[in-house]
């Protein structure tokens, strides 16, 4: 079946540096991709929608300066935590979904993120 | 209003019993439904989908309520094996939509 690479799994970082996670679609075109952030026992929370070549959307109350979306190609899009605070501590988790395909969202492995 | 409403729990049952979950939706244009499980730490998984006509798969049953937008899931004869959080997921219009996530419902089977 579809799979999402996501890595790092894990990063700790010092406060003010930049992170930046990768998921990759491994056997298949993920013309669009979600990211998430969910913090402890919180619901997963939509950050941003990226389609490949196009600009992404972002939620209401996220900063698209801080949190950098690439979707250059079908099997990569990148999300950048620029100038990570504590506050941006959280599991990241990308999903991609394929052109045509039914409610079919593969989800990558999630990256926590830890700033200190 | 949040979109998607769970009880978040916890549940600690023991092996065997039967436990039931249950969700509500705010909008009424949703018209895709799931339950993921998600282990912790790791990424949700989908569990079943959900549809009016209610829906079974082995000891799972789902139901769904669309004049009280309301999803529940049925777990009969419970596992170890299946304690995780069960988070209610709803889609609105197109297949092409986003999806909206509960904050999850903790289970925990016990020996």
């Known amino acids: 079946g579809a799979v999402v690479s996501q890595h790092p799994s894990r990063v700790i970082c010092k406060s003010g540096t930049s992170v930046k996670i990768e998921c990759r679609s491994l056997?298949?075109?993920?013309?669009?991709m979600f990211w998430y952030r969910q913090f402890p026992k919180q619901s997963l929370m939509l950050m941003a929608t990226s389609n490949e070549g196009s600009k992404a959307t972002y939620e209401q109350g996220v900063e698209k300066d801080k949190f950098l979306i690439n979707h250059a190609s079908l099997t990569l899009s990148t999300l950048t935590v620029t100038s990570a605070h504590p506050e941006d501590s959280s599991f990241y988790i990308c999903s991609a979904r394929a052109q045509g395909a039914d409610y079919g969202y593969t989800f990558g492995s999630g990256t926590r993120l830890t700033v200190v | 209003r949040k979109e998607v409403e769970q009880d978040p729990g916890p549940f600690n049952v023991p092996e065997g019993a039967t436990v039931a979950f249950n969700c509500t939706y705010s909008?009424?244009?949703?018209?895709?439904f799931f339950w993921y499980r998600q282990d912790c730490r790791k990424e949700p998984k989908l569990l079943m989908s959900?549809?009016?006509s209610g829906n079974e798969d082995g000891r799972f049953t789902a139901q769904l309520n669309r004049a009280s937008q309301y999803i529940s899931l049925l777990i009969r004869d419970s596992k170890l094996s299946d304690s995780a959080t069960y988070l209610c997921v709803v889609r609105r219009g197109s297949t092409l939509g986003r999806l909206y996530f509960g904050r999850g419902t903790q289970l925990t089977v016990w020996p």
């Open positions: 056997d298949f075109q993920a013309t669009t």
């Open positions: 959900v549809y009016s």
């Open positions: 909008n009424s244009a949703s018209q895709s």
